[in-house]
T-cell receptor, first 115, second 113 residues
Framework: DTEVTQTPKHLVMGMTNKKSLKCEQH?????MYWYKQKAKKPPELMFV???????INESVPSRFSPECPNSSLLNLHLHALQPEDSALYLC??????????????FGQGTRLTVV | AQSVTQLGSHVSVSEGALVLLRCNYS??????LFWYVQYPNQGLQLLLK??????LVKGINGFEAEFKKSETSFHLTKPSAHMSDAAEYFC???????????FGRGTSLIVHP
């Protein structure tokens, strides 16, 4: 199994809503990531979890709240978002550490629209 | 610090023609280099990777890339373009194989019939 599964595929939410994005992998990867991608732009790193602990937060606004309940799951909780937060949110995972098999595997993304 | 520069935001080729997408890297340590492809409204799929073994790397879908240290380049090629190759292509670098890649801005490949 070399898949990273993200749900939902599409999400429309109002600015006062609370929603969550989910990500799951069963490859034994201990590093998991959230990226944000705007149209025609490269993915921008938001958060990195390493062994279920938050290791990198790229100065992301607090309206985005990540959670890693266990080594296979990664959530992104959303609250009071702005229209400019509309984007494709990508989850990725990789083996922890340095080595030849540390490439990131990406999910298909959640297309988020904030109205 | 490491970075990649992708020359050309758009590359247009005819079906059956050679595909050449350019990537130059900057890294203070031996880099690991990657090419990813992204189809519309999809995630990123790894095409190939360089991890300091062979300098000519073969990937999926007929793509290959050559690591040239003297030119700090890792250009992606395919001998004959197919319509299905139309997508966004991202070059990425991670220093010494550490796990967080840094992406280039992307190159959109357009394939004409």
């Amino acid at each position: 199994d070399t898949e990273v599964t993200q749900t939902p595929k599409h999400l429309v939410m109002g600015m006062t809503n609370k929603k969550s994005l989910k990500c799951e992998q069963h490859m034994g990867h201990r590093a998991m990531y959230w990226y944000k991608q705007k149209a025609k732009k490269p993915p921008e790193l938001m958060f990195v979890y390493s062994y279920e602990k938050l290791s990198i937060n790229e100065s992301v606004p607090s309206r985005f709240s990540p959670e890693c309940p266990n080594s296979s799951l990664l959530n992104l909780h959303l609250h009071a978002l702005q229209p400019e937060d509309s984007a494709l949110y990508l989850c990725a995972s990789s083996l922890q550490g340095v080595g030849v098999n540390t490439e990131a595997f990406f999910g298909q993304g959640t297309r988020l629209t904030v109205v | 610090a490491q970075s990649v520069t992708q020359l050309g935001s758009h590359v247009s080729v005819s079906e059956g023609a050679l595909v050449l997408l350019r990537c130059n890297y900057s890294s203070s340590v031996p880099p690991y280099l990657f090419w990813y492809v992204q189809y519309p409204n999809q995630g990123l799929q790894l095409l190939l990777k360089y991890t300091s073994a062979a300098t000519l790397v073969k990937g999926i879908n007929g793509f290959e890339a050559e690591f040239k240290k003297s030119e700090t380049s890792f250009h992606l090629t395919k001998p004959s373009a197919h319509m299905s190759d139309a997508a966004e292509y991202f070059c990425a670098v991670s220093p010494g194989g550490s796990y967080i890649p840094t992406f280039g801005r992307g190159t959109s490949l357009i394939v004409h019939p």
